[in-house]
């Protein structure tokens, strides 16, 4: 399958500084990412979706302006948590349409390793 | 509100059997449904995706999609302590965006 790389995989910070997580497409160019959040023993929430060339699309209650995203390449997006707290620590992971099977794109999603953020 | 049901579980089954994973959804025009395991601590990775109502097979693992009645399931069969993790299921929504289950855990005891 398509492989996706996100960087760093675990970060911990203090409260009120900021953390950017990269999200890359190692093998194949990604026009959109998606953005997702899970808590401990919670399914994954949708956070935003990261458009090349455009601005993202945030979902309902996330803040855009505390979450910024940037997807200045085919192959790199960037999620910056600003003025992080303690709430905000929880498992970040981006994921990607995969190219599909002989140009049709069959909708699957490859996932990041996933960033675990602790905010101290 | 659209959604995904799953039964949290833990699931447990003895090596070797068949376990099986049911999911629901609530949106009727949904055409893409995904299942993807997760480990404690890692992230999702795809097992299988399904859009026609019926079964679709690879290797050990069965998908059973029924649109009528809005349910899809995997089968594991032979099933092994590896595959012991929690098991997403997910729907493909208007926007391309996939909208997940709470997942149900697995436990194979060997």
């Known amino acids: 399958g398509a492989v996706v790389s996100q960087h760093p995989s675990w970060v911990i910070c203090k409260s009120g500084t900021s953390v950017k997580i990269e999200c890359r497409s190692l093998?194949?160019?990604?026009?959109?990412m998606f953005w997702y959040r899970q808590f401990p023993k919670q399914s994954l929430m949708l956070m935003a979706t990261?458009?090349?060339?455009?601005?993202?699309?945030?979902e309902q209650g996330v803040e855009k302006d505390k979450f910024l995203i940037n997807h200045a390449s085919l192959t790199l997006s960037t999620l910056t948590v600003t003025s992080a707290h303690p709430e905000d620590s929880s498992f970040y992971i981006c994921s990607a349409r995969g190219p599909g099977l002989a140009g049709v794109n069959t909708g699957e999603l490859f996932f990041g390793e996933g960033s675990r953020l602790t905010v101290l | 509100q659209k959604e995904v049901e799953q039964n949290s579980g833990p699931l447990s089954v003895p090596e070797g059997a068949i376990a099986s994973l049911n999911c629901t959804y609530s949106d009727r025009g949904s055409q893409s449904f995904f299942w993807y395991r997760q480990y404690s601590g890692k992230s999702p990775e795809l097992i299988m995706f399904?859009?026609?109502?019926g079964d679709k097979e690879d290797g050990r693992f069965t998908a059973q999609l029924n649109k009528a009645s809005q349910y899809v399931s995997l089968l594991i069969r032979d099933s092994q302590p590896s595959d012991s993790a929690t098991y997403l299921c997910a729907f493909m929504e208007y926007g391309n965006k996939l909208v997940f289950g709470a997942g149900t855990i697995l436990r194979v005891k060997s």
């Open positions: 399904i859009y026609s109502n």
């Open positions: 093998d194949f160019q990604a026009t959109t």
């Open positions: 990261s458009n090349e060339g455009s601005k993202a699309t945030y």
